[in-house]
Each structure stands twice: as structure tokens, then as C-alpha cells.
């Protein structure tokens, strides 16, 4: 089911006043920019952390928020799933405690959803394991399956491999990018890593300064690159 | 001086016997000055005459209010302070921060100090007096005066170890708890106190060694009623005046009580 994210956010995040607008299709959808760009604080306008000066933030047939119209849906009801930098699994549960706790039902419902979901992402072993217990990739996978169990409208992940050793890395990009294009979710990742963006196909925005430089595929970015940052991004150069 | 030379080593023997001396003497003496006077009350006297000490009518009365008081006074600063540390910890405004340092001022209150502001607080002519007057409500001299002056005087403790526990949780935790659809009050519960809770009890343990510990304000606010306001560290007040030996059974017990806390909370904080 496709639910598209349109984004029109304009508002402060600090020092940076964020302006930002793009909209995301079913599939990934790459966030790229240098550090501090805004791309952290435009995630958190979508999760409705941070709340925009003026704007609309849009998931399928529902407005999360409107500052003309005055919505602003609370964080724990915009369904949208969150996977952060450092994966911030709950260190008091295991790995289905993990899973479960954004499921709605029974005890026993909540416990088989998260065993499903563990499931699809190859990771039911994982079921009784402790987060202390698990390497980077495995707890990438629970920070995942943890925010897909819950059935969000859409997913949003912060650097997902960022945290993992370099030697690991591209093996779990791969599975992470097979995962998330079959999911068919709306699922927006930041980045500014030239083989996250190859390895997941899916369209770049590039954002800088707070503003929206440059958005479409890589190829389009490699030929007509808009920008300095752009330039060196795809030539796989970029801090 | 000239080049080539290197710089003499100058080997200054008063220096290397001096400072480890100083060191040694100085630690020495603090050192004596706490473990002497525990020695003494645990040394001059017999395990016989301990015991007998305790028979004194002053102690039965005393020890139970005292379990009674402290543990009133736990719960309430618990039950009060838990709360107001989970929102003093998530506010960044200067206000809160200010509201952050009143909490702590009973730390450094004289017990003198803190006894005459209940009085004028919580007395017949306090602030709340006529208040509690109408209400029928005689709070000094009463054993609930003796858990006000507790909590009063211990609540710093517990509410800025809550503040600092809760201060510690990782921000992304609660964020991603708050993206899987869960209110405030169940990020609290699921998240907040599962991972604080043990620096919580720690924050309790040293607040009921404080509370234990409590005479002054006690004295002034609460009065020293046998059975009604009469602690712990009132019974040894009032026992010293007649028997030593009462007054340095009952010593002995809180130094054991404060001793064994005093390991527990290390433990824990150790954990």
C-alpha cells in the first residue's frame, strides 16, 4: 500500500532554521546532506518532536500536521516508525520484550507479532537474546523489526549503519536494502554515505543549510550535480 | 643557563621525606578523629551492659516510632519526589533550575534553622496555622510533626539522586518508545523507572539514613514526647542526662543501621 510522505516543513532547530519540502513514494527514499545540514532535525518535524514554525506534514490520506489549520497529531499517534543512529534498543527487555512493546492486543498477541515480524527479518534466533548480546547488524535488525511490528504508515531511519564496524557493514547494507525495498513502506534514511544510496536505488534528496538543493535519482545526480556537496557525494568523497 | 649542560637533578632529601610524612600525618589525624569516636562507642562497654542499656523503658517506644517516622517519611518523599524529579529532570527553562536549588536547600539548613521554619510554617501562628487550626488540625508536637521534619530534611537527597537517574536515560529511548505509541505516564512506567530504579533506592537508602539520623528540626518542631515525637536521636539526647549506658546502647544501633546503609547504597551504587 502506498503512502506517500509529503513534507513542507519551515521552522528553527537551534541555531538552523530548517526549510525543507520533498515527498516520499512506497521504498526508500535517501536524505543526504553534510553534517548539520538538518537532515536529524527535518526527521524529527516528521516524528513530531520538533514542531515547524508553519507547514504540513502529510502520510497517505492523513495530515499530521497543519500550521494553518492548526493539527499537530502527538508523536505517539503519527504511526510512523523510528530506527535512530545508535538503534536505542530497551536494555531491560529482550529481544521480543524489544519488538513487542509497539504492538497493540494481549500479551500473547503482542508476543507472536513480534515473533513474526523477527521472523521476516531472519531474526526469530534472536527471540530470548538479550540487546547487550547481540552484535551491531543483529541489533540493527531488532531495532527494525521492532518499529515494522507495530504496522507503521511509514519509516523513518537515522544513519542505520552508521553505528556498525566497517567490515560488516556492507553485508548488512545489502540485507537492509533487499529488506526495505520489499517492504513496500514509505521509508526515508538518512545518510551521507555514496554506497547507502547505491546500494538502496532508491530517489536522493539532498539537503543543505536547512534548505532542499537537489533532489532525483543518483544517475541524475551524477550527471548534472547541483552543488559542491553533490559533486563530491557521488564521487563517493563526501565527509 | 648554558647550552650543552644538562640540568643538574637536584635531589632534595628534606622533600622526599617530607611530603610523604605530611600525607601520612594529615590523613592520620582525620582518620583518628572519625574511627576514635567509634571505637569508643563500641569498646567501652560489655556485651552485658549493652544489653541492659536497652532495657531501658525509653527504647521499645523510641525504636518503634522511629521505624514508623522514617518509613512514613520514605514513602512520602518516594511517592511526592518521583514525580517531581521526573519533571524537574526533563525541564531546561532557568525557572526549574532555580525551583532544582530550593529543593536542595534543606541539605545545607542548619536543623535549628529548618525546626523554627516548620514552627512558623506549620504552627499555631504559622503560615498554615489558622488553616490547619480551623481544620482541627494540631500538627506540632505530633508524630506527624516528626515525619514533616523528616521529609523535610531528607527529600533533597532522594529527589536529586531521581533527577540525576533520570537525567541518564538515553533520549533516543524515550523518543523511540514514543514513536511505538506510547503515552507519557507508560514511558514512564515501562521505560523511565525500569532502567532508574536502582538508582532510586540508593536515593531512598540515603534519604531514610538521613531521616534516621534526624534530632534537630525534630526537637524544635515535634518536641521530645516519649512514645509520640520521641525518636532515636532524641531517647539518646534524654537518656544521656540520666544514663550513659541507654544512651550509648541506642548509639550503637543507629551506627550499625547507618553503617549497613551506608554498604548497601556503595553496593548498589557499584552495580
Known sequence: MNRRLEIDVHGRAGALTVDVAFSADAGPTLLVGPNGAGKTSTLMMILGVLTPERGRVGLGDRVLFDGGAGVDVPLERRRIGFVPQRYALFPHLDVVGNVAYGVAGSRAERERAARDTLAELDAAALAKRRPQELSGGEMQRVALARALAGRPHALLMDEPLAALDVTVRADVRRALAQRVRAAMMTTVIVTH??????????????????????????????????TEFVRRFVRGRSP | MSAGTPPRER???????????????????????????????????????????????????????????????????????????????????????????????????????????????????????????????????????????????????????????????????????????????????TVALPLSWPALAGGAALSWARALGEFGATLMFAGNLGGRT??????????????????????????????????AIRAGVRR
Open chain 1, 193 to 226: 554515505d555514496l554506497e547507502d544510496a547505491q546500494a538502496f536505488e532508491g530517489p536522493i534528496v539532498v539537503i543543505e543549510a536547512g534548505a532542499v538543493v537537489q533532489t532525483g535519482r543518483l544517475a541524475d545526480l551524477t550527471a548534472r550535480p547541483q
Open chain 2, 11 to 189: 635531589r632534595n632529601g628534606l622533600a622526599a621525606i617530607a611530603w610523604p610524612a605530611a600525607l601520612g600525618l594529615l590523613s592520620g589525624l582525620l582518620l583518628l578523629l572519625v574511627l576514635l569516636p567509634v571505637a569508643g562507642l563500641l569498646f567501652t562497654s560489655s556485651p552485658g551492659r549493652l544489653l541492659r542499656g536497652l532495657a531501658d523503658p525509653l527504647v521499645g517506644p523510641a525504636v518503634r516510632l522511629t521505624v514508623a517516622t522514617t518509613v512514613a517519611s520514605v514513602v512520602v518523599i518516594v511517592a511526592c519526589g518521583t514525580p517531581l524529579a521526573w519533571v524537574l529532570a526533563r525541564r531546561r527553562h532557568r525557572l526549574w533550575r532555580v525551583l532544582e536549588t530550593v529543593i536542595e536547600l534543606p541539605v545545607v539548613l542548619p536543623p535549628a534553622v529548618a525546626g523554627v521554619a516548620l514552627l512558623l510554617a506549620f504552627g499555631r501562628r504559622g503560615l498554615l496555622g489558622p488553616t490547619l487550626g480551623a481544620l482541627g488540625i494540631g500538627l506540632p508536637f505530633s508524630t506527624a510533626a516528626v515525619v514533616l521534619a523528616q521529609s523535610f530534611v531528607a527529600a533533597p537527597f532522594y529527589v536529586q539522586a531521581a533527577i540525576a537517574a533520570f537525567r541518564r536515560l538515553d533520549a533516543d529511548l524515550v523518543l523511540v518508545a514514543r514513536t511505538l505509541g506510547a503515552s507519557w505516564p507508560r514511558v514512564f512506567f
Open chain 2, 230 to 263: 520521641q525518636t532515636l536521636p532524641l531517647a539518646i539526647y534524654t537518656a544521656l542526662e540520666s544514663d550513659l549506658q541507654t544512651a550509648q546502647s541506642l548509639s550503637i544501633i543507629l551506627v550499625v543501621v547507618a553503617f549497613a546503609l551506608l554498604v
